[in-house]
């Protein structure tokens, strides 16, 4: 990425975030209630790193102004002994994949099976909180029932998945804004999320009265993006 569109991204990011972010639709599905079908009452054996990430994603998002994001956070925090996070080895199929949430016939929603790249073991946790609040949001998309087999629910659960990331960002604290705005800096990686969570963002000012950025125009995006579209269309036809 060249020096100068970093610059810009940087500047238009900074001025998102400070104004606070908020997202109109965050998967928080209030017909089939919240944490439905988690009955475990203790959580999994996961990694120290991924069980402060997941506090902090609902910690953060509990102290937003937004009731929706707070509300949202509470629903992370009822799946949280069902959240079976897990370093995936070398070698699977997906392995060029930072993270990933799967459901196969060993999953249940007592067993939602995360992995993350063994790459994260070097991360911060704001890094990590980001990529598996990603996750996160898919596995709560499949275990409040909302996944179908078709290409537009998987366009929309990706694009949750985003909105959700774009929530969180917002809900962290100036430094911790700093601090990843500082790494942006040096970082291609975290330079090119922060370019890719851009459109996903609301800025307040420019239309405080009606959420403006609403669940079909965050899909839209996702439609737009060659690797979605590959994902979610291909996969249907
Ligand atoms: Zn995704």
């Known amino acids: ?36 079908g988690c009955t475990r009452t203790e959580p999994y054996p996961i990694p120290e790193e991924f069980k402060r990430s997941v506090s902090l994603i609902i910690q953060r998002q509990g102290q937003n102004q937004h ?20 370093y995936y080895t070398d070698g699977t199929e997906l392995e060029n994949a930072d993270g990933y949430f799967k459901f196969d016939r060993n999953s249940s929603v007592n067993n ?13 946790d704001l890094l990590t909180a980001l990529l598996l609040q990603h996750e996160i949001s ?26 959700s990331q774009a929530a969180l960002l917002g809900s962290f604290n100036e430094e911790e804004r700093n601090s990843l705005v500082a790494r942006s800096r040096t970082s291609k990686n975290v330079a090119s999320f ?27 995006v996702v439609k737009g993006i060659p690797e979605y579209v590959n994902q979610c269309s291909n996969r249907y036809n």
């Open 67 to 86: 009731q929706q994001i707070k509300d949202y956070s509470q629903l992370v925090d009822k799946y949280i002994n069902c959240l079976n996070i897990q």
């Open 112 to 124: 939602l099976q995360i992995f993350v790249s063994p790459k994260y073991t070097t991360k911060d």
């Open 1 to 36: 990425m060249r020096k100068s569109l970093t610059l810009l991204i940087m500047v238009v990011l900074l001025s998102l975030i400070l104004g606070g972010l908020f997202i109109n639709n965050l998967g928080v599905n209030k017909n089939t209630g919240n944490g439905v």
């Open 138 to 163: 898919h596995a709560i998309y499949q275990a409040q029932g909302l996944a179908q087999n078709n290409a537009e629910s998987c366009f929309i659960d990706e694009a949750r998945a985003f909105s």
């Open 194 to 220: 922060f370019a890719m969570m851009m459109p996903f963002s609301v800025n307040p000012k420019q239309d405080r009265t009606k959420n403006a950025f609403d669940e079909a125009n965050t899909i839209m």
